[in-house]
């Protein structure tokens, strides 16, 4: 049994940052990418970053510059450093863990964390 636990969203304003947390717990013997999706209202869910086991990063084009992604492979947690923060980041922040699972991997989800950037 896996589990990710989000922390570290809340109430910003415009400009602000904030600092995401999220620590995988459970059955892991390791993990391969780690990620953060968003979900904005009336929106699908969209990868915001995401970070290989070896460090490689990826950033969806409206956060390059302003969020990085980090992991601790030692404490199975990935973060992320958000600034210069805008109204339209305003999501539910979702951690993303892809995990070997049998012979293959599967994804393993957070419950979520509110983002909310105010103007």
């Known amino acids: 049994q896996v589990q990710l636990v989000e922390s570290g969203g809340g109430l910003v304003q415009a400009g602000g940052s904030l600092r995401l947390s999220c620590a995988a717990s459970?059955?892991?013997?390791?993990?391969?990418?780690m990620g953060w999706y968003r979900q904005a209202p009336g929106k699908q869910r969209e990868l915001v970053a995401a970070?290989?086991?070896?460090?490689?990063?990826n950033y969806a084009d409206s956060v390059k510059g302003r969020f990085t992604i980090s992991r601790d492979n030692a404490k199975n947690t990935v973060y992320l450093q958000m600034n210069s923060l805008k109204p339209e980041d305003t999501a539910v922040y979702y951690c993303?863990?892809?995990?070997?699972?049998?012979?293959?991997?599967?994804?393993?989800w957070g419950q979520g964390t509110q983002v909310t950037v105010s103007s």
């Open positions: 993303n863990a892809y995990i070997p699972y049998g012979l293959g991997a599967r994804d393993y």
């Open positions: 459970g059955s892991i013997f390791s993990i391969n990418s």
């Open positions: 970070i290989s086991s070896g460090g490689s990063t």
